[in-house]
């Protein structure tokens, strides 16, 4: 079974630019979950969605942040403008419906803001 | 506002030493507790826990859960380099969100 998959692995920009990262959730898996993980904390939830619903925004920056899942399948997270303070990991996480306790998280997209 | 904390925030052993991480949480309409494991790369799952006194074992890790002291402790004995980490617990309501700690930084020295 194929896990989560993340892109760009990696993503370096200065400040005040723009920057997406995409997620592909596993098959069949109705929820998915952006969360933020600044280095030495854990991971902190952006957004959640429920098939192309959201469920949670409440903690996303929605001044600079967006994210969308159009055909409730994968999903893209966009940063414009980017602050110094966005620097971080950007993990992306699905699960089989909304309570189902496990999730299962990808590599993550590394951002650093120069 | 619902959080989970974790202590201590670090903690160094050496090899075959025993160790203790503790977990702490308020989580409104709570459903189940989770420990993650992380290294350089995305969490990995270790365990959930829904019931209180039911010990889940795998290997040398084990973990309980205490829904009347709202707490959980992960167990690891006999650890080895391999089990230094990053340990993360995190809670979740009926939403199905996951509300993480700080997580615990364990580094195990040879």
């Known amino acids: 079974e194929a896990g989560v998959a993340q892109s760009p692995r990696y993503k370096i920009i200065e400040k005040r630019q723009s920057v997406a990262f995409w997620c592909n959730p596993i098959?069949?898996?109705?929820?998915l979950y952006w969360y933020q993980q600044i280095l030495g904390q854990g991971p902190k939830l952006l957004i959640q969605f429920q098939n192309n619903g959201v469920v949670d925004d409440s903690q996303l920056p929605k001044d600079r942040f967006s994210a969308e899942r159009l055909k409730g399948v994968d999903s893209t997270l966009k940063i414009q403008p980017a602050k110094l303070e966005d620097s971080a990991v950007y993990l992306c996480a699905s699960s089989l419906d909304r309570g189902a306790g496990e999730l299962f998280f990808g590599e993550g997209s590394r951002l650093t803001v120069l | 506002e619902d959080k989970v904390v974790q202590s201590p925030l670090s903690l160094v052993v050496h090899e075959g030493d025993t160790v203790t991480l503790n977990c702490s949480y308020e989580?409104?309409?709570?459903?189940?507790l989770l420990w993650y494991k992380q290294e350089k790369k995305a969490p990995t799952f270790l365990f959930m826990l829904?019931?209180?006194?039911i010990e889940k074992k795998s290997g040398r890790l084990s973990s309980i859960l205490d829904k009347k002291e709202l707490f959980s402790i992960l167990n690891i004995t006999a650890t080895q380099t391999g089990d230094s980490a990053i340990y993360l617990c995190a809670c979740t309501g009926n939403t199905g969100k996951l509300i993480f700690g700080q997580g615990t930084t364990l580094q195990v020295k040879p």
């Open positions: 989580v409104t309409n709570f459903r189940s």
């Open positions: 829904t019931s209180s006194g």
């Open positions: 098959s069949g898996h109705a929820t």
